[in-house]
T-cell receptor, first 115, second 113 residues
Framework: GESVGLHLPTLSVQEGDNSIINCAYS??????FIWYKQESGKGPQFIID?????DKRQGQRVTVLLNKTVKHLSLQIAATQPGDSAVYFCAETSAGGTSYGKLTFGQGTILTVHP | GAGVSQSPSNKVTEKGKDVELRCDPISGHTALYWYRQSLGQGLEFLIY????????KSGLPSDRFSAERTGGSVSTLTIQRTQQEDSAVYLC???????????FGPGTRLLVL
């Protein structure tokens, strides 16, 4: 079935570096994408989202880029801090058909930030 | 304001017992979702409610799983005759409407012995 996947399962960076986490999706009908951060023992925490009518959206220290042509999503974290260490998930859904309202999650990328 | 809350936070049960998991969504959120997170399967969708109605139950793993929502607020996920493969973290999320941002609770960690 349709799925969302990540290229890199782990990412290790130094504090202050910029981080880029990538995600590939396969459902061309997907029109809403979200990045979540999950710390150990906690539920996923919303970071930023983007809809398919946009290709870039910025938040505080985070930017999401969407390339619909190649079905690719990325999360950029500027000036990464140790508190950013967590598992990051991309998720997608579409407004039509049986996918409506259901989030399909990628496998997750473990981000480790070294002081 | 208060986020999504779930109870219990942890549950250990014996194989064959029934368990009931509870979710309190964010006040005013009409949509509520249940997901399951396990090591082997990642995060998988189980069921969603729009109001008290669950239009699609196809994500429930078996007929031992059921969910209900009353009064457009609290939801319970019931697992009958639990099996060891049911061990996972059960996550609840809510959103203002369908296709809006889903906010997750802390989850219930279920261990079936």
């Amino acid at each position: 079935g349709e799925s969302v996947g990540l290229h890199l399962p782990t990412l290790s960076v130094q504090e202050g570096d910029n981080s880029i986490i990538n995600c590939a999706y396969s459902n061309s009908a997907s029109d809403y994408f979200i990045w979540y951060k999950q710390e150990s023992g906690k539920g996923p925490q919303f970071i930023i989202d983007i809809r398919s009518n946009m290709d870039k959206r910025q938040g505080q220290r985070v930017t999401v880029l969407l390339n619909k042509t190649v079905k690719h999503l990325s999360l950029q974290i500027a000036a990464t801090q140790p508190g950013d260490s967590a598992v990051y998930f991309c998720a997608e859904t579409s407004a039509g058909g049986t996918s409506y309202g259901k989030l399909t999650f990628g496998q997750g990328t473990i981000l480790t930030v070294h002081p | 304001g208060a986020g999504v809350s779930q109870s219990p936070s942890n549950k250990v049960t014996e194989k064959g017992k029934d368990v009931e998991l509870r979710c309190d969504p964010i006040s005013g959120h009409t949509a509520l979702y249940w997901y399951r997170q396990s090591l082997g399967q990642g995060l998988e969708f189980l069921i969603y409610f729009q109001g008290n109605s669950a239009p699609d139950k196809s994500g429930l793993p078996s007929d031992r799983f059921s969910a209900e929502r009353t009064g457009g607020s609290v939801s319970t996920l019931t697992i009958q005759r639990t099996q060891q493969e049911d061990s996972a973290v059960y996550l609840c999320a809510s959103s203002y409407n369908l296709m809006e941002t889903q906010y997750f609770g802390p989850g219930t960690r279920l261990l079936v012995l």
